[in-house]
Each structure stands twice: as structure tokens, then as C-alpha cells.
């Protein structure tokens, strides 16, 4: 193939543009990236090699090689893993393919600060290269095709590359970076092993720099030893060192790994930016033994939302790399956990189909929700500072003064998880009937004594009154909308707290709970309405009397609402308002109904019951007056709007409104 040239893809352009001119504040990530590269490259070479071995060729030990040469200012990475035949190179250095990048792209702000900082969360990969090189040559060869096929791929970061065939002996890819003069000091040994100690220490491959030893400079006089010398200089040895520990972190021991030896593997393979919220390391043994390393994030990826994205797990078998976002070993609640499990077990050329039926990848997977589970509620049982703590130390320390460290550092992390993956955790309770309970044990809410998504279901029962035997919730669109709830009246009146749930699973999930710790969960917006032992019977009384005196108006508000409303009674849940909206006990709410009808889904006919309260003055106007229909449909319209709905009609019902008003 003579010389061919080709344009990048239009994002890639605009990519490139963005690389090479703010991200040189951080221009060493560059060198990970393109490890990182040559790492996976190595790693689907071993991957392939396993049902054909001829493509190790007479190099079986994978490694990746750096080195520079200062006179033609050139960094080379050189791998010897998998290569690319021309298409390939075309295809995968000139376009984006990856979902995660054209993402970054759609976020891109066109502000160079904060796009900077995106970049680190994404990782541009080989792109990155255009931070300290205004040009590079690409030189490979895909394992298996003969020398001839090798290819060159070169560009300048612009608007194309060119490719041609090559001659390559070697399989494998050669990165060539030739740097800008800014970046000349990545030509230089201890700069380069810092960067590796930093990024890529844990790549479980070799990574070979050439030994270089101090060499003095010539005599400047033959004759004369004491005369003096050339300035000396380090020279290349010919002789090739290892220079990262090549040992993959998760198989090193808990002891040696430093904090942030666990913060830099997690941003590298879960290409977050910011730090992890915490993780846990553990070898299981047992029927089915595996390694675990699994991190929280401290913020949730904007498209947490999407349950069709694959869990952040990576597969190892014996420390191959086999596969990754393996969903098999993580339930979809869990998705946004990241990090990387490797089994001694499973067969090398497991294949996605055949993960999901092992009984070991059931095991692993059991074995990880319980990890992560058991995460949480140390994280949830240090949140705040204990009482305990406190007991017995002095008065005038503070709480934190007798915490360790280490609970230290827990506090208030519960909260800030929770903010972050709350919602997508209570999933799992219509997911994950095994760990139900535990789940329900995690979960926090906003009350009426709490704005703070801070109280557990546990709380709440603590503090439950004396004869109150089910604990309320409602649910609305909003904290504001739920607080403000007619529903609530009596509840507030009474002092007794009703859980407020806001997100928009919540509907959903409690579907599939019905009680926590032996007692009932209510919602106070559905069914009758029955306090039990907190009504006294007094009031019982004055409320059917109420309802007597009221069944001819009942009757006739029925009529004039029979295609709105399922029925009408009197209530006595309310204390300032004319009437509320309440749906039958197993009905679904008005406000999941609502949602989704929203989303395009189909969603039953909700027809809802109204609740009229008997001691308000407007209610109680209602007998007898002319305007009785005007005054049933504006009643049924309010009650409607005051839980976050709309009237059906509400050009007729400003009209009605304005009739009474004027
Ligand atoms: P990513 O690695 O995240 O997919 P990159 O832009 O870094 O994105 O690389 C794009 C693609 O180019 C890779 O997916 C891979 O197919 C190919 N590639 C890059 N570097 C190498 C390499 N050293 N050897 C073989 N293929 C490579």
C-alpha cells in the first residue's frame, strides 16, 4: 500500500484541538494513557493466544518497552502485544469509538479550565500524545501477518494522518513521539520512572527502560590526565531494567499498598477524575476463590441513570485480563460500584454467555453484593460521630477527639454516598430479595422532623409514639410539595413524623416492601383513613356523626363528580384544607401514575377517592347552595393541584373559579 491520507473523524479533530491546547497543565498523564494502551494491547494478545499460540510468535514474554533519543528529541513506547493491521489503525486512530469519549465530547463547555479538568475524568488515550508531541509516527504490526504487512501511521494532530505499509519485523506497536521543545524534559530516564512509579506501577506487565551509567567526558589533551575533561554525560548501557514493581496491586498485600497507591489504581481504571469514596481488598477463599478490590466512587457518572450500562467490573482469571464491565458479577443496584475481581477458578476463555450460568460466577457475585453491602453499613454506622464516644472522655473534648482516625474519616461519608447513589441503591429492593432487609436498614429519608435525607427506617421506629402501629410515608415530586401535602394536616397536628420520600424510585421500591422490623409501612395517601390507638374516641365519634349528617351532600358531590372521582366520603386526616385525594390501598399513587404517563409508558386510569373535610367552611357550604356543581368540580381541581397534578380541564376551572371570585 503506497502512502495514503486520510482525514480524522470531525470530533476527533475537535478533540485534538482541545488536547493540545489546555491540557498542558497535567501534560504527564500523556505517559499513562499510552501504557495503558500498550497494557491492553499485551493483555488481548494473551487473550487471543489462548486458542492460538502461534501468535506469540517467538516472543512469548510480553513487555513494554521506553525509550528516548535526545539528539532527534523522540519518546517511543514500544509494546509487543497485539498490533494493528492498516484498517485497524485507520479505524481506531483516527476515529472515537469509545462511548465514554464522545460523551466527554458532548460535555465539552468550550471553557478551557473546566474542559481540562474533564479531560482527566475521561482520558482522551492515544490522543493524548498531542499534549507533548506535534507529531507522532506509529509503527505496527498485528500478531499473526507476515513482516510485510507492517504499517506507519503518522500524523501532526491536525486535520489527517497518512498511512503506508511497512516492513516490520517485530510485532507489535511502537508509539514514536516527537516532542514539542516544551516537553523535552520527558526525554530523560528519572522523569520517565517517576511518572511510571506514579501511574502505572500496578500493570502487571514489565515495563523496560535502558540502563544508562554515568560516563566521564574525553581528556582534552590525550597526553595530559590532569589537563581536564569533556563535560561527562549518561549513556545508554545497552542493557534493559524493569522499572515498575510489574506486580497487578490487587495481588500485592493489603499492608504494602499505600492509600494512594488504591487512589490512582481506581482512577485508572474507572477514568474518574476525583479520588474514590472508599474501597475494600479481599482474597475469598472458600468453594470458589477470588480476589475482590472494589471501590465507591465519591460521585455519581452522569449516566448513572442508565440501567443498560454495564457494571464497573473488571474480570480476571489467574491475573489475565478477560474481560471488562463483566454485569455478571454485580447486580444492576450496584452498578456504579468499580474495581476488579480475579478468579482462580474460572476457565480462561470464559466467555460472557457461560459467565452467567457458572456457579462460581454466582458465588463471586454473592460474595461481592455482601462485600459492598457490609461497606455501606460500616460507612453508615460511622457516619455521624457516636454518642458512645463520648461517654466517659471529658467533658471538653470534642466528640471527634476520641474517634480514631479512622472512624474520623468516615464521617459524614454514609451521607455524601447516599446523596450520590441513594436513589439507584434502593433498586435493589425489587431486585435483590436476599438482601432485603439489609437494604431496608440502609435507606434514609427526609421526615417532617428532618429535611435532611438523614432518617432510617430504624430511626423512625425509635421514635414512633406510644400506640401508633404503622409507619407513614408519603410520596410527591418534591420535598416542598410533600411537606406541604394536605395529607399531612392531621399527622402534623397529632406530632406524628411521616416519612417524606422524594426520588423517583421510591413509589417503585416500596412496592415491594410492606414492613420494616414487624411493622407496617403506611402511605398517608392511601386507603381510609385509620390512626388506630392514636385517634381517641371522642374524636372517632364526632366523625361518624360527621359522616351521618353528611351522606346527603356526599351523595349529591358523588354525582356531580361520578367521572372524576371513585368515590367521596369525609375524612378526618384533614385540618386546614377542604378535601385531599387518596387513592385505594393497592391502588397505584397519582404521582407514579403521573410519572409514568410522562416517560411514555402505559399507565392505568388512576380515578381517585375525594376526601371532603367536614369542618371546613367551604365544605360546609356546600349544602344547599346554587352554586353546588361550580363548588364540587373547584374542590376536586384543588385537591388535584395540591398534590402536584392538573386539572383535566383547567381552562373550565379558572373559569369557574373566576365566575365565584367576581
Ligand atoms: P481506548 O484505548 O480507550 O479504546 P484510545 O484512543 O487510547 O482509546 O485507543 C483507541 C484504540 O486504538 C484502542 O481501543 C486500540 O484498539 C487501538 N490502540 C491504541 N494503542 C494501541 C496499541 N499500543 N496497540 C494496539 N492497539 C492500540
Known sequence: MSKQTHSFQAEVSQLLHLVTHSLYSNSEIFLRELVSNASDACDKLRFEALNNTALYEDAPELQVRLSFDTAAKTLTITDNGIGMTAQEAIDHLGTIAKS????????????????????????????????????????TRRAGVPAEQGVRWVSGGTGDFEVETLNRAERGTSVILHLREEALEYANTWKLKEIVGKYSDHISLPILM??????????????????????????????????????????????????????????????????????????????????????????????????????????????????????????????????????????????????????????????????????????AKHDKAPEAATEGASKDAGVTDVLSDEDKAKLGQYTRFYTEFGAVLKEGLGEDFANRERLLKLLRFASTTSDTMSVSLAD????????????????????????????????????????????????????????????????????????????????????????????????????????????????SRLVDSPACLVVTDDGMSMQLARMLKQAGQSAPEVKPVLEVNPEHALVKKLDGSVHFHDLAHILFDQALLAEGGLPADPAAYVKRVNALLA
Open 100 to 139: 465514554g469519549t464522545k460523551d466527554f465530547m458532548s460535555k465539552l463547555s468550550g471553557d478551557q479550565k473546566s474542559d481540562a479538568q474533564l479531560i482527566g475524568q475521561f482520558g482522551v488515550g492515544f490522543y493524548s500524545g498531542f499534549i507533548v508531541a506535534d507529531k507522532i509516527t506509529v509503527d
Open 210 to 379: 535502558e540502563k544508562e551509567e554515568w560516563k566521564d567526558g574525553e581528556l582534552i589533551d590525550p597526553k595530559d590526565e590532569k589537563g581536564g575533561r569533556q563535560p561527562g554525560a549518561m549513556v545508554k548501557t545497552g542493557e534493559w531494567e524493569t522499572i515498575n514493581k510489574a506486580s497487578a496491586l490487587w495481588t500485592r498485600p493489603k499492608k504494602d499498598i499505600t492509600d494512594e497507591q488504591y487512589a490512582d489504581f481506581y482512577k485508572q481504571i474507572s477514568r474518574d477524575f476525583e479520588a474514590p469514596l472508599t474501597w475494600t481488598h479481599n482474597r475469598v477463599e472458600g468453594s470458589t476463590e477470588y480476589t475482590q478490590l472494589l471501590y465507591l466512587p465519591s460521585k455519581a457518572p452522569q449516566d448513572l441513570w442508565n440501567r443498560d450500562k454495564k457494571a464497573g467490573i473488571k474480570l480476571y482469571v489467574k491475573r489475565v485480563f478477560i474481560m471488562d464491565e463483566a454485569e455478571a458479577l454485580m447486580p444492576s443496584y450496584l452498578r456504579f460500584v468499580k474495581g476488579v475481581v480475579d478468579s482462580a477458578d474460572l476457565p480462561l476463555n470464559v466467555s460472557r454467555e457461560l459467565l452467567q450460568e457458572s456457579r462460581d460466577v454466582k458465588a463471586i457475585r454473592e460474595g461481592c453484593t455482601k462485600r459492598v453491602l457490609s461497606m455501606l453499613e460500616d460507612l
Open 460 to 571: 423512625y421506629k425509635a421514635r414512633m409514639k406510644e400506640g401508633q402501629d404503622a409507619m407513614y410515608y408519603i410520596t410527591a415530586d418534591t420535598l416542598a410539595a410533600a411537606k406541604n401535602s394536605p395529607q399531612l394536616e392531621v399527622f402534623k397536628k397529632k406530632g406524628i413524623e411521616v416519612l417524606l420520600m422524594t426520588d423517583r424510585v421510591d413509589e417503585w421500591a416500596l412496592n415491594f416492601v410492606h414492613e420494616f422490623d414487624g411493622t407496617p409501612l403506611q402511605s398517608v395517601a392511601k386507603g381510609a383513613f385509620d390512626l388506630g390507638k392514636l385517634q381517641d374516641e371522642e374524636e372517632k365519634k364526632a366523625a361518624e356523626t360527621a359522616a351521618e349528617s353528611f351522606k346527603p351532600v356526599l351523595a349529591k358531590l358523588k354525582e356531580a363528580l361520578k367521572d372524576k372521582a371513585e368515590d367521596v366520603r369525609v375524612t
